[in-house]
């Protein structure tokens, strides 16, 4: 199908069809061996004919547990869904939703982002059981050059802070600093690891430690970018250190940007001091995504339920109600009792 997605609603996505078609084997046969990220993402497509395209998905694990996948792309051709005879476009968004999410059956939890005045998006969505945990604000941000001084990133004075890049020595304190300022639900549903954030930041990271509690307080991180457009920072900062808001923070992020131009942040949309900052910073406010995200809940199979049902009874068998004995019939003059050699009943037997 490759020679055929010519359409203008998938060509930006062209390199990354081709990385996912080059990869598609050795993917298969590394899933086998160890545990480590995808190397290229899921593509689902939808035709009609062999070569009328109809639309794409491509999703992607989003941790090395693969307990967490990611629709990345929902993409309809509308040429093709406008002739005569084709389905509509709810219809080939619902096939290609569905397929997704029955064609990962480890997976125990689903994300996606949206538009937030993407009405149509919403609701196909919340009827595949999405339901939106974040609003998001998209920041467009074009730094403009730094200012010739020290490479190293000033700290803010007062604090105790030391500058430390982003590797497998200080990962932990990143991971624990992510623990910290994510929603518990949606911390739960993303089950990162240490090792999933490493995979995430392409290695590319500074954090502002306090070496009196060695505790990350701080960080600006680039992510890993599927997608065509400008790269990505996402800056992390300790929900009880929000006074970090200013001129040392900016120097962090344009330092982390490495001369990159132009670059895209998010703020949580009720977080005002955040924006306030951007703001100063000379972003300017794209518009709004919502975070739509989405839990399975599997039976356990009935054999394991048995088998835990059995163990259960067994620890419960001492404390159940116990029945008096039935006392053994008397036979005149002998009694019979199971195991044991007969013998002279007790009694007024001469």
Partial sequence: MLPHLQDAAV?????????????????????RLVRRPPLAPEVLVAHRGGDGLLGLCVMRRLNRSGSCWGVEELRLCRGALSEPGSPSSRQVEGALLREALHRCPGASSWITRVAAG????????????????????????????????????????????????????????????????????????LDRRIEDVLDQSEGRG???????????????????????????????????????????????????????SPLRLRSDSDDHEREHWLSELG???????????????????????????????????????????????????????????PHQALGSGR
């Fill in 206 to 260: 500074l954090l502002w430690v306090d070496t009196s509690r060695q505790q990350a307080v701080a960080a600006v991180r680039r992510l890993r970018n599927h997608r065509l457009g400008p790269a990505e920072l996402e800056v992390s900062l300790h929900p009880g250190w929000s006074h970090l808001h200013g001129p040392a923070l900016a120097r962090l992020v344009r330092q982390q940007a490495g001369g990159l």
């Fill in 11 to 31: 060509l930006d996505l062209q390199p990354l069809l081709q990385k996912a078609l080059l990869l598609q084997t050795p993917e298969r046969l590394l899933s």
């Fill in 118 to 189: 993407h009405q149509d998006r919403l609701a196909l969505l919340r009827e595949q059981g999405f339901q939106p945990l974040l609003q998001e604000t998209l920041w467009y941000w074009e730094p403009y050059p730094a200012v010739a001084g020290p490479p190293a990133a000033a700290v803010p004075p007062g604090d105790e802070l030391q500058l430390r890049p982003l590797n497998h020595r200080s990962a932990p304190l990143l991971w624990h600093l992510e623990q910290a300022t994510c929603p518990a639900q949606l911390r739960q549903l």
């Fill in 283 to 341: 972003a300017v406010a794209e518009g709004e995504e919502l975070l739509m995200a989405r839990s399975v809940w599997r039976r356990q199979e009935a054999r394991q339920l048995s088998r835990q049902s059995w163990r259960l009874d067994t620890v419960l068998d001492p404390f159940k109600p116990r029945r008096r004995p039935v006392p053994t019939p008397l036979q005149r003059g002998v009694a019979v009792h199971h195991g044991a050699q």
